[in-house]
């Protein structure tokens, strides 16, 4: 069974009131030497504060569980993403491509298509250009003459 919680005196009251105001600072040990003083002796004489201590301390050690500690030595990498940063390193452009490589191959195919069109087109200009049989006048020179016999 809890205790009640006890009901201080007005004066105890604001003093309680600031105690827990500073206190998770106290207990992170982010409080100046002065003020850890005062919240000290003041955690000796009210169990209220001292309850409430005690639960940022479990709280605080929760944490603590959960989170590595920051002297432990960092996760070590494989050799294949140790060979992928080298080579992000010293290749930007082709880590850059590697990256966008679908952007990458839509930009080459339509180059690709460009330049195939462009020599289809010439090559249909070419053809153009040149007679397709022999070249036929209509309605200029003069008429055959009927001694020669046609061609």
């Known amino acids: 069974m809890d205790k009640e ?44 504060c001292q309850r409430m201590a005690a639960e940022i301390q479990a709280t605080l050690d929760a944490l603590r569980e959960d989170v590595p500690a920051a002297d432990a030595s960092p996760p070590r990498l494989t050799d294949e993403r140790r060979r992928q940063l080298a080579w992000s390193i010293t290749h930007p452009v082709r880590d850059w491509i590697h990256r966008h490589h679908v952007m990458v191959s839509i930009i080459v195919a339509l180059i690709v298509l460009a330049v195939i069109a462009g020599v289809l087109r010439k090559v249909v200009i070419v053809r153009q250009d040149e007679p397709v049989g022999p070249p036929v006048t209509i309605g200029q020179g003069e008429p055959p003459h009927e001694s020669e016999p046609p061609p």
């Not at 005196?9 to 206190?23: E, K, N, W």
Request: hydrophobic share 30%; with cysteine; proline share 9%.
């Open 5 to 48: 919680p006890h009901t201080p005196h007005a004066p105890d009251a604001d003093r309680c009131a600031d105690i827990q105001g500073v206190l998770f600072e106290y207990m992170t040990r982010e409080l100046g030497h002065a003020r850890s003083a005062l919240v000290r002796e003041h955690l000796r004489r009210c169990p209220d």
